[in-house]
């Protein structure tokens, strides 16, 4: 049975480009590559997760913030309802140090660090996202530049990969 180990939030706003989990480490060699793979919600590759922004709206003010919630869990998490989230992917995840800190492209940072409990490790990570709805009023307002917003949910689920494990990717 899965027990739940650890839980995190963090608001993120980000400066530029799309938001970047990263270990403690930081990039490897190959973790370049991740940037360029252009997944629809997310692409990972050593050290480094990229995650696309869902939010249909254009904002060119910067104002825009992303609400994070991690959990980490000793064995795969019950699944979470898919008609809560707008995406849903589940993809693989390696980490040398495996601690992780939220950036963006310019590497503006988050304080928030998650510690996974664990080194050299690949992790399985369920990435679930949804857009928050804004109001008519409310959009317009923002638009105005008055305060930042939230404007996406992303909600990461880890849980270490066993090996000889099988599991079924078309969460």
Not at 12 to 35: I, K, N, S, W
Not at 69 to 88: G, H, M
Not at 107 to 115: I, N
């Amino acid at each position: 049975m899965a027990e739940l180990l650890i839980t995190a939030g963090d608001t993120f706003q980000r400066r530029y480009g799309r938001y970047l989990l990263v270990d403690g480490d930081g990039p490897t060699d190959d973790t370049e590559d991740a940037r360029l793979l252009g997944g629809e919600l997310c692409s990972t590759t050593h050290n480094l997760m990229v995650i696309e922004s869902i939010a249909g709206r254009d904002d060119v003010l910067e104002l825009m913030r992303g609400r994070f919630v991690f959990e980490v869990w000793s064995a795969e998490p019950p699944p979470t309802p898919n008609d809560a989230w707008d995406k849903q992917t589940v993809v693989q995840f390696r980490t040398t140090s495996g601690v992780l800190h939220l950036e963006d492209d310019e590497e503006v940072a988050s304080p928030l660090q998650v510690d996974l409990g664990a080194r050299a490790m690949r992790w399985w990570v369920r990435l679930s996202a949804r857009e928050i709805e804004l109001e008519p009023e409310e959009v317009e307002y923002f638009t105005l530049g008055a305060e930042e917003y939230e404007a996406e949910v992303f909600f990461l689920q880890f849980w270490p990969d066993r090996p000889g494990e099988r599991r079924d990717r078309d969460d």
